[in-house]
């Protein structure tokens, strides 16, 4: 079975600074999928960013970005220019590549809560 | 595109009551999972539907949650009797083979 971990539980970020989330999983699969999800109070999951693992270049959205090490299999998120609508809940998440039709269930890291200051 | 539908949003009962928890996917989503969400912790499997047939329960708790997703629509996740362990949010979401997920609101149930 896959576990993923998240090591911060709570981390903080002055407003238009840089910060680094962490996240380690374990699996014996090739081919999977990392996402990193955020929640707000609202409960809503968005999807901040996702990364093939066959894929070797790090994904990035805009100001957020990912440093993805296979081999050492850790998947961390970076947030630029840190802005006061980031302060939320972050997952990272692990999706095994179907095999079939069908979709695959996700698992969570324990979560990181950021605060950002302003 | 209409987002997943989850309902009520919110919930109180009391220990040893009933609860039901009613989601609506986007519309053409075969994929249909209920993850549990404990506070301070990640959403946690607890089924998996594909159609209307079950593709994994291992996590659910069988003597008091079951699901059903009649029609391969519309599903709905019960717990009979609730324990105070089972306050929690309830997240319903939806995907499309290898697509990504759809998220819902989530119901957040307290159990007093």
Redesign the interface.
Known sequence: AQT?TQSQPEMSVQEAETVTLSCTYDTSESDYYLFWYKQPP????I?VI?QEAYKQQNATENRFSVNFQKAAKSFSLKISDSQLGDAAMY?C?YRS??RD???N???????TRLMVKP | EAGVAQSPRYKIIEKRQSVAFWCNPISGH??L?W?QQIL??????LI?F?NNGV??DSQLPKDRFSAERLKGVDSTLKIQPAKLEDSA?Y?C?S???????T????T?LTVV
Do not use: W
């Open positions: 993923v609202s409960r809503q999951m999807l996702r997952f998440a590549a179907p039709n069908a979709g269930m996700l698992t969570f890291g324990g979560g | 075969a994929t999972y993850y301070g912790q990640g959403p946690k499997l998996q594909q593709v994994d949010v997240l979401a995907s499309y083979r290898s697509g990504g997920y998220f819902g609101s989530g957040r």
